[in-house]
């Protein structure tokens, strides 16, 4: 070891190793002496493959575990537009923790036994393709029995995250501490409880509103605070409003008095009594003596006939002020319907902006309701409805770390579009830029019409300067930057990384050529059949043409099946080599039904 390598902190070293990527570390200071090996092992601890190119999984498969894998102990894998890569698993005997994100359930079946071992696991499927709107019923979550691996007695799992599990009665007690988990069901919910009897943490969101069916009886509630009573963290999330608030107020009074954190994102479809602060103290918080943390989220689905002051008040108590419980409430004049949200904001999307959004109260006297940091954990903002120019400056003001812009179906509303019509000089005025936005996203049924949106849009479009994903129309493209003549675009679109784009003809590509030139991952979405499928001929020319293009996933002529995998991958190598192919009927947005090849570079 020589006396400037002894001399340097690990601080240092690491720092080092941050300037490169993981093989060139590997192969740079691997058994140079014992320390940098320590060092080493403690660096590939933790293995991120989430967004690696294919050539650099192949370097991981056939240099690096061989050699490293031991050490491996935190595993994230899969992601939006990744390649298969569960045949690593094989090659870490020492997992604690396993990350897999958009994982078909068929290619999990054979690793649930390892999946048993685990201290720690994280799985986001992919919905089965026969079944997109209830997958649990679907031949495919029956068959494979994620109940039998993962809720069982043998299993080491302590925390468990899952965004779809069918229960069956294979389902046994086993010593899950804290699980975030997606059911169709309510009635599954305490099927859940039965089996947790070591619980701490659950954070459960439910796709479907059966709480009005009969399957939910009031002996479902009895002693349930004593089968989960080490329940300490308990977050509930609907996707669907409720009918009423029956079933709310039932779970929450029996949950465990040693409850400490809270947290409710519901919405009803008529008055409730949890926009009454008052009634939501006496009836259910007051029995939680040890409560202190408390998120709350509820949207009621009211005609304006209550005033906001009114609820406000409600919540304004020396019960709510004393816990800093602050309460924010304004009307949503678009979705007609109360919106009530603790401060700070979630993590959680901000959706559904409206004018009333500027006239929101607050149960804390004195309290800047525009501070940013009530707004400092909101990543993602949906955009339904018309946004004045107001609002749109206070968003700008508020939303400093928001980076994912969600566009839906917008509706013409002259009132609110057309004083941006007039305001074109101030493009680049801070007040209308979006800095922080990184993903742009206009949904597909979000369709331009010859209306003033055009012009919103387009400014919107130009209010993102920094972002690096665009998912867009190639139409709404068109009327946007004048058929490309538009040069303010430009450098927007330089800038991008990911591009995924609907209805786009192989007659149009010589348009991406030439205005997204950086891109590296490339989506081209058909939605109707008279979009024109890709031959081998014209995959070949994107690779050629876009040069640090990694990934791209193409609606495919395959030539009345003339091509496999295999020959298709034979041609392409003879001009690049190690892709990684596989043909499809679903890309990773779910939006199309005809064949489809992915490719990795």
Same mark, same amino acid.
């Given at each position: 070891m020589s006396t400037f390598e002894s001399s340097l902190p690990n601080e240092v070293i690491f720092n080092i190793f941050g300037y490169l990527n993981s093989t060139?570390?590997?192969?740079?200071? /691997? !058994? @140079?002496?014992?320390? +940098?090996? $320590?060092?080493?092992?403690?660096?590939f601890n933790t293995v991120d493959l989430t967004k690696i190119w294919h050539k650099t999984f192949k370097c991981y498969i056939n240099i690096l575990l061989p050699t490293i894998g031991v050490w491996v102990k935190n595993l994230k894998l899969g992601g939006e537009q990744t390649y298969y890569q569960l045949d690593i698993l094989s090659l870490c005997p020492n997992l604690q923790t396993v990350s897999i994100v958009k994982v078909r359930l068929n290619d999990i079946e054979s690793h649930l036994e390892l999946f048993q071992r685990l201290s720690e696991l994280?799985?986001?499927?992919?919905?089965?393709?026969?079944?997109?709107?209830?997958?649990?019923?679907?031949?495919?979550?029956?068959? /494979? !029995? @994620?109940?039998?691996? +993962?809720? $069982?007695?043998?299993?080491?799992?302590?925390?468990?995250?899952?965004?779809?599990?069918?229960?069956?009665?294979?389902?046994?007690?086993?010593?899950?501490?804290?699980?975030?988990?997606?059911?169709?069901?309510f009635s599954d919910l305490f099927i859940l409880f039965n089996n947790l009897p070591n619980i701490r943490s659950i954070q459960v969101n439910f796709l479907n509103d059966d709480c009005h069916k009969s399957d939910i009886k009031h002996y479902v509630y009895k002693n349930l605070a004593k089968k989960i009573h080490h329940l300490t963290d308990f977050s509930l999330k609907s996707c669907h409003p409720f009918e009423n608030d029956t079933f709310i107020s039932n779970l929450i009074r029996h949950?465990?008095?040693?409850?400490?954190?809270?947290? +409710?994102?519901?919405?009803?479809?008529?008055?409730?009594?949890?926009?009454?602060?008052?009634?939501?103290?006496?009836?259910?918080?007051?029995?939680?003596?040890?409560?202190?943390?408390?998120?709350?989220?509820?949207?009621?689905?009211?005609?304006?006939?209550?005033?906001?002051?009114?609820?406000?008040?409600?919540?304004?108590?020396?019960?709510?002020?004393?816990?800093?419980?602050?309460?924010?409430?304004?009307?949503?004049?678009?979705?007609?319907?109360?919106?009530?949200?603790?401060?700070?904001?979630?993590?959680?999307?901000?959706?559904?902006?409206?004018?009333?959004?500027?006239?929101?109260?607050?149960?804390?006297?004195?309290?800047?309701?525009?501070?940013?940091?009530?707004?400092q954990h909101i990543r993602v903002l949906n955009m339904y409805s018309p946004l004045s120019v107001p609002l749109f400056k206070l968003l700008n003001k508020t939303l400093k770390n928001v980076c994912v812009l969600n566009i839906n179906r917008l509706e013409d509303d002259t009132d609110e579009t057309n004083p941006w019509l007039h305001d074109d000089d101030n493009v680049n005025d801070n007040e209308y830029q979006f800095k922080t936005i990184q993903s742009l996203c206009f949904n597909s049924d979000a369709k331009l019409d010859e209306n003033e949106w055009n012009i919103f849009r387009k400014r919107l479009l130009l209010s993102v300067p920094n972002v690096k994903i665009l998912k867009i129309n190639y139409q709404t493209i068109l009327h946007l930057t004048n058929n490309f003549k538009d040069i303010r675009f430009y450098p927007i679109f330089k800038n991008i990384i990911e591009l995924i784009l609907f209805e786009i003809n192989t007659k149009h590509l010589e348009h991406i050529f030439q205005y997204f030139t950086n891109i590296h991952y490339l989506t081209l979405i058909d939605l109707s059949l008279r979009?024109?499928?890709?031959?081998?001929?014209?995959?070949?020319?994107?690779?050629?043409?876009?040069?640090?293009?990694?990934?791209?996933?193409?609606?495919?002529?395959?030539?009345?099946?003339?091509?496999?995998?295999?020959?298709?991958?034979?041609?392409?190598?003879?001009?690049?080599?190690?892709?990684?192919?596989?043909?499809?009927?679903?890309?990773?947005?779910?939006?199309?039904?005809?064949?489809?090849i992915q490719l990795w570079k």
């Amino acid at each position: 070891m020589s006396t400037f390598e002894s001399s340097l902190p690990n601080e240092v070293i690491f720092n080092i190793f941050g300037y490169l990527n993981s093989t060139d570390v590997f192969l740079s200071f /691997i !058994n @140079l002496n014992n320390r +940098l090996n $320590c060092l080493l092992e403690y660096y590939f601890n933790t293995v991120d493959l989430t967004k690696i190119w294919h050539k650099t999984f192949k370097c991981y498969i056939n240099i690096l575990l061989p050699t490293i894998g031991v050490w491996v102990k935190n595993l994230k894998l899969g992601g939006e537009q990744t390649y298969y890569q569960l045949d690593i698993l094989s090659l870490c005997p020492n997992l604690q923790t396993v990350s897999i994100v958009k994982v078909r359930l068929n290619d999990i079946e054979s690793h649930l036994e390892l999946f048993q071992r685990l201290s720690e696991l994280k799985l986001s499927l992919i919905l089965p393709d026969d079944d997109d709107e209830y997958p649990q019923t679907s031949k495919e979550f029956r068959h /494979i !029995n @994620l109940c039998k691996y +993962l809720f $069982c007695r043998n299993s080491s799992l302590e925390k468990l995250e899952l965004n779809w599990l069918f229960i069956n009665k294979h389902i046994r007690p086993c010593k899950l501490q804290e699980l975030i988990i997606t059911l169709n069901y309510f009635s599954d919910l305490f099927i859940l409880f039965n089996n947790l009897p070591n619980i701490r943490s659950i954070q459960v969101n439910f796709l479907n509103d059966d709480c009005h069916k009969s399957d939910i009886k009031h002996y479902v509630y009895k002693n349930l605070a004593k089968k989960i009573h080490h329940l300490t963290d308990f977050s509930l999330k609907s996707c669907h409003p409720f009918e009423n608030d029956t079933f709310i107020s039932n779970l929450i009074r029996h949950l465990p008095s040693g409850l400490k954190r809270l947290s +409710l994102e519901i919405s009803f479809r008529q008055r409730t009594n949890f926009i009454d602060g008052n009634y939501v103290k006496r009836e259910f918080l007051s029995k939680f003596l040890q409560l202190n943390t408390l998120y709350y989220s509820v949207f009621v689905e009211l005609d304006n006939h209550i005033l906001v002051d009114e609820i406000v008040v409600s919540f304004s108590s020396d019960y709510w002020l004393k816990r800093n419980w602050l309460i924010e409430c304004h009307y949503n004049e678009n979705q007609k319907c109360f919106c009530l949200n603790s401060l700070p904001f979630s993590s959680s999307p901000l959706s559904g902006m409206s004018n009333g959004f500027l006239e929101r109260k607050c149960n804390g006297r004195s309290v800047n309701i525009n501070d940013p940091y009530f707004y400092q954990h909101i990543r993602v903002l949906n955009m339904y409805s018309p946004l004045s120019v107001p609002l749109f400056k206070l968003l700008n003001k508020t939303l400093k770390n928001v980076c994912v812009l969600n566009i839906n179906r917008l509706e013409d509303d002259t009132d609110e579009t057309n004083p941006w019509l007039h305001d074109d000089d101030n493009v680049n005025d801070n007040e209308y830029q979006f800095k922080t936005i990184q993903s742009l996203c206009f949904n597909s049924d979000a369709k331009l019409d010859e209306n003033e949106w055009n012009i919103f849009r387009k400014r919107l479009l130009l209010s993102v300067p920094n972002v690096k994903i665009l998912k867009i129309n190639y139409q709404t493209i068109l009327h946007l930057t004048n058929n490309f003549k538009d040069i303010r675009f430009y450098p927007i679109f330089k800038n991008i990384i990911e591009l995924i784009l609907f209805e786009i003809n192989t007659k149009h590509l010589e348009h991406i050529f030439q205005y997204f030139t950086n891109i590296h991952y490339l989506t081209l979405i058909d939605l109707s059949l008279r979009t024109k499928s890709f031959k081998l001929d014209d995959i070949l020319e994107i690779f050629r043409s876009i040069t640090h293009l990694v990934y791209l996933d193409v609606p495919f002529d395959n030539e009345n099946m003339y091509h496999t995998v295999e020959s298709v991958q034979e041609k392409l190598n003879f001009y690049y080599h190690d892709f990684y192919i596989q043909f499809s009927k679903k890309n990773c947005y779910n939006y199309s039904n005809r064949q489809r090849i992915q490719l990795w570079k």
